[in-house]
C-alpha cells in the first residue's frame, strides 16, 4: 500500500498572499495524483488530476506540480472561499486508493 | 443536474448491518465505475469499495473486506453498500463517488454523504 504524507498539518495564510501544500508518495507514482479541495459540511471536491491538470471549472490560481514521490499544490491570491482542507490521493497502484491526511489552510 | 444522492444511514448497534444507497442523476451510471469513500468525524479521507461499471469486479479496502459488499443496479440507477458486522470504528460519513471517465482513478463526483454512527 503506497502511503500518502501530506505537510504541514495546518497552514496559516493571510488573504491575497500564497499557500504552499505539499505531498509526499512512499514510492514512485509518477503523475497519478489528484487533489481534493474540502469545506465543512461538504463532501470532497476534486481540484487537479494528473499531478497538474486543473478540472473543470478550477480557477487558474490553483495550480499543483511534481511527479515520482513529491508534489505540491499552489493557491495564489488566497481568497476566502480558499480556506478549507486539501487532500493529495494516489491512483497509481491500487487498490488501495490512498490519501493524504490533509493540509488545513487556515486564514491568518 | 448531475448529482449524487446517498441514502440508508442511521445509527446501528456493533455487530449490526445496514445497506446504505446512492442514487444518481444526470449521467448514464453504467458508463462509469463508482466507489464508497468514507471520512471519521474529524478525520481524513478512507477509500473503502470499488466496483467496475458492470459490476462484475470489486475491489475493497482491508479494513472492511470480508464485511461489506458493493453492488450496483445500472437500470435502477443505484449504487449499494451492504455492511455487516458493524463496528465503532466504522462510524463515518460514507460518500459514494464516481470514478473519473477521462482519468480512471480520481473522484470527479461525490454525494453529500450519508453519516453512519455505530454504537457500542
Known amino acids: 500500500e503506497i502511503l500518502m504524507t501530506q505537510s504541514p498539518g495546518t497552514l496559516s495564510v493571510s488573504p491575497g498572499e500564497r499557500a504552499t501544500l505539499s505531498c509526499r508518495a512512499s514510492?514512485?507514482?509518477?503523475?497519478?495524483l489528484a487533489w481534493y479541495q474540502q469545506k465543512p459540511g461538504q463532501p470532497p471536491r476534486l481540484l487537479i488530476y494528473?499531478?497538474?491538470t486543473r478540472a473543470t471549472g478550477v480557477p487558474a490560481r490553483f495550480s499543483g506540480s511534481g511527479s515520482g514521490t513529491d508534489f505540491t499544490l499552489s493557491i495564489n491570491g488566497l481568497q476566502s472561499e480558499d480556506f478549507a482542507v486539501y487532500y493529495c490521493?494516489?491512483?497509481?497502484?491500487?487498490?488501495?486508493?490512498?490519501f493524504g491526511q490533509g493540509t488545513k489552510v487556515e486564514i491568518k | 443536474e448531475v448529482k449524487l444522492v446517498e441514502s440508508g444511514g442511521a445509527l446501528v448497534q456493533s455487530g449490526g448491518s445496514l445497506r446504505l444507497s446512492c442514487i444518481v442523476s444526470?449521467?448514464?451510471?453504467?458508463?462509469?465505475?463508482m466507489s464508497w469513500v468514507r471520512q471519521s468525524p474529524g478525520k481524513g479521507l478512507e477509500w473503502i469499495a470499488y466496483?467496475?461499471?458492470?459490476?462484475?469486479?470489486?475491489f475493497y479496502a482491508d479494513s472492511v473486506k470480508g464485511r461489506f459488499t458493493v453492488s450496483r443496479d445500472n437500470a435502477r440507477r443505484s449504487l449499494y453498500l451492504q455492511m455487516n458486522s458493524l463496528r465503532v470504528e466504522d462510524t463515518a460519513v460514507y460518500y459514494c463517488?464516481?470514478?473519473?471517465?477521462?482519468?480512471?482513478?480520481?473522484?470527479?463526483?461525490w454525494g453529500q454523504g450519508t453519516l453512519v454512527p455505530v454504537s457500542s
Open positions: 463517488a464516481r470514478v473519473g471517465f477521462a482519468v480512471a482513478g480520481t473522484f470527479d463526483l
Open positions: 444526470g449521467f448514464t451510471l453504467s458508463s462509469y465505475e
Open positions: 466496483i467496475n461499471s458492470g459490476g462484475e469486479t470489486t
Open positions: 514510492q514512485s507514482i509518477s503523475i497519478n
Open positions: 494528473r499531478a497538474s
Open positions: 490521493q494516489q491512483y497509481s497502484n491500487w487498490p488501495p486508493y490512498t
